[in-house]
């Protein structure tokens, strides 16, 4: 037989797969990623909502006339805040207590207003001034110190 006369007939090809459905490679990728995104979505909620919290918390304590009391409530919170940090930080005193407060970053309180701790409780009346800029500086260290940041 000759091989011209041989019936032949042109390659086929088969169809190229289907984008759909994905292999279950992807199906287990996608998964994986929606259950990230879904974790990080509740860690994140749960983050905002105790950060609201301790700003709630820090507002209560100090709402109303600035007054010694006032100081010294805020100062419990700090030496709380603190310890979240440092175990031994409530057991400071005097300026190694400002100076722990103050962090490697700042001088809020060594320097600046936050100095009022030293003699806020031995004071009769606080000057508003004074304890209105206090009052920045302490809520703002108090939130970093719940936070876990030094």
């Not at 909502?49 to 409530?73: H, I, N, V």
């Not at 805020?74 to 930080?89: G, I, Q, T």
């Not at 057991?91 to 809020?108: A, I, P, S, T």
Request: positive net charge; proline residues 8%; aromatic residues 10%.
């Amino acid at each position: 037989m000759n091989p011209a006369d041989l019936p032949l007939h042109d390659v086929h090809f088969p169809p190229p797969p289907s984008w759909w459905p994905p292999a279950p490679g992807w199906w287990v990728l996608a998964g994986g990623a929606l259950l990230l995104l879904v974790l990080g979505t509740i860690w994140l909620v749960r983050c905002r909502r105790r950060y609201r919290q301790w700003m709630t918390l820090f507002d209560q304590t100090c709402q109303g006339e600035a007054s010694p009391e006032k100081l010294a409530a805020m100062s419990e919170l700090l030496r709380r805040a603190a310890r979240r940090v440092d175990k031994e930080a409530d057991r400071l005193h005097g300026e190694d207590w400002l100076r722990f407060l103050d962090g490697e970053k700042r001088r809020d309180f060594l320097m600046g207003p936050g100095q009022v701790l030293l003699e806020g409780a031995y004071l009769r009346q606080v000057d508003p001034e004074v304890f209105a800029r206090f009052k920045a500086v302490a809520r703002a260290r108090f939130l970093t110190l719940m936070a876990g940041r030094r």
